[in-house]
Nanobody, 115 residues
Framework: QVQLVESGGGLVQAGGSLRLSCAVSGTISSINTMSWYRQAPGKQRELVAV???????NYADSVKGRFTISRDNDKTTVRLQMKDLKLEDTARYYCTASRWSTTYWGKGTLVTVSS
């Protein structure tokens, strides 16, 4: 089992920055891919950023150049640095960790971007 707890969400003005963190615990050793997803009100959940066990990253087109995903080498923390936030970035952000064929999810942290 893997447990994930997100933090760092809040209210920020457009153009501002936030850093989300995800504390990971449990059976960490076999975790490969770690990701951030988000779900805006009335919209489907979407993949925001991915980091593989080898450190490769990939981003949704909508956040490229503005968001950066990173993780500690021991995989106990994964972060999402967000800058130049836009109104459309408002959503609940979820951290995930994939271990073998199972993906574990946190409960999310809410990010609200105001004008």
């Amino acid at each position: 089992q893997v447990q994930l707890v997100e933090s760092g969400g809040g209210l920020v003005q457009a153009g501002g920055s936030l850093r989300l963190s995800c504390a990971v615990s449990g059976t960490i050793s076999s975790i490969n891919t770690m990701s951030w997803y988000r779900q805006a009100p009335g919209k489907q959940r979407e993949l925001v950023a991915v980091i593989t066990s080898g450190g490769s990253t990939n981003y949704a087109d909508s956040v490229k150049g503005r968001f950066t995903i990173s993780r500690d080498n021991d995989k106990t923390t994964v972060r999402l640095q967000m800058k130049d936030l836009k109104l459309e970035d408002t959503a609940r952000y979820y951290c995930t960790a994939s271990r073998w064929s199972t993906t574990y999810w946190g409960k999310g942290t809410l990010v609200t971007v105001s004008s």
